[in-house]
């Protein structure tokens, strides 16, 4: 769709006709527009049911119950987040400018659409070091890493997510206008001091994607490093035969992960780098708007990448969406010997 179509088609009204004090209301129509918020609901929804699949198997399924599975769940509970409530809000706001879900919802929204990325990517950089030590260290990996260690990994990076969010929106004097402290009634956005959007690239994004892409290379050199090694010792038996199934799974692991992070990275670093070009950022721009969207659209595509590499996820979702999830011993199910 070009940009004069969708700035055309719109009808301008009051958001509260019997309220004086009302904004004006833009209500986008026309079909380009209908298909526009039609397209949009549907990757909503799809965005929501395959991290439910995620979320489900890797919850249900005793077999997954790993450390790096459990990162990727509190991945799928992030993009889960935007599936379900930040895509939704986005979508009534590009139809209807005007906001009609209150001044609690208005403060808790960007709320969430601020805490779902940051523990995205706090996500991947415990799975960056995840599988840094399982190739660096295979051996000792299931030692240093345990389910209990991830667990308290996980809830550490979501409660320093949220308070630095908070803390973020504290000390940037953060305006979340709303129906009631707007001069008029019914509107509701954010404004973000430039130097704390300066701030906020270096810690949330800079800092944490070097972090990402340093281990990365490392563990590419490492499995590199190692796959000679193995191949120099084919004549070593049993001992050396497990050693070598146990590097090809963590190297196809990270191998996995790491497409994750490159897509990830290249549906942010567009978004990062126009936060630079404005002091006033808003949410009703279609610049802001289709970048926005590209980071949503990352949250649905995250469940493709594990369909398309992991055969556990297959053999997971085929269960779920066949309901034998609901027999008593589903839980112990061996996911590993389904090939699809």
């Known amino acids: 769709m070009s940009i004069t179509a969708y700035q055309h088609n719109m009808t301008v009204q009051y958001c509260f006709p019997n309220n004086n004090l009302s904004c004006l209301k833009e209500v986008r129509t026309g079909t380009g527009n209908i298909f526009l918020f039609t397209l949009l609901s549907f990757i909503s929804v799809c965005t929501v049911f395959l991290n439910l699949l995620v979320i489900i198997s ?200 790491g497409i994750v992070v490159c897509f990830y990275l290249g549906c942010w670093i567009p978004y990062f780098l126009s936060s630079l070009s404005s002091e006033t950022l808003s949410s009703v721009t279609l610049l802001w708007t289709v970048f926005g969207w590209l980071l949503y659209i990352n949250s649905a595509v995250n469940p493709i990448i594990y369909a398309i590499f992991y055969p556990w996820f297959r053999a997971s979702a085929k269960y779920i969406v066949t309901c034998k999830i609901f027999n008593s011993s589903s839980s112990t199910f061996n996911l590993f010997r389904e090939h699809f």
């Open 58 to 257: 890797i919850s249900h399924f005793k077999q997954l119950h790993t450390p790096t599975n459990l990162l990727i769940l509190s991945l799928a509970v992030a993009d889960l987040l935007v599936g379900l409530i930040v895509m939704p809000v986005n979508i009534m706001q590009l139809r209807d400018s005007c906001w009609y879900l209150g001044k609690i919802a208005c403060a808790v929204i960007p709320l969430i659409l601020a805490v779902s990325p940051s523990a995205s990517l706090c996500s991947m950089t415990c799975i960056a070091v995840d599988r840094y030590i399982a190739v660096n260290d295979p051996l000792l990996y299931s030692t240093k890493i345990t389910v209990c260690k991830t667990s308290l990994i996980i809830i550490l990076g979501w409660s320093f997510c949220l308070f630095y969010v908070i803390f973020v929106f504290y000390f940037n004097d953060h305006l979340l206008q709303s129906q009631i402290s707007m001069s008029c009634y019914g509107e509701c956005f954010t404004v973000v001091k430039y130097s704390w959007v300066i701030v906020d690239i270096v810690i949330s994004f800079l800092c944490p994607c070097s972090i990402i892409m340093i281990l990365y290379a490392l563990i590419f050199i490492v499995a590199r490093r190692q796959a000679i090694a193995v191949k120099s010792m084919s004549n070593v038996h049993s001992h050396g035969h497990r050693v070598k199934v146990s590097i090809t799974s963590e190297t196809k692991a990270a191998k996995t992960l």
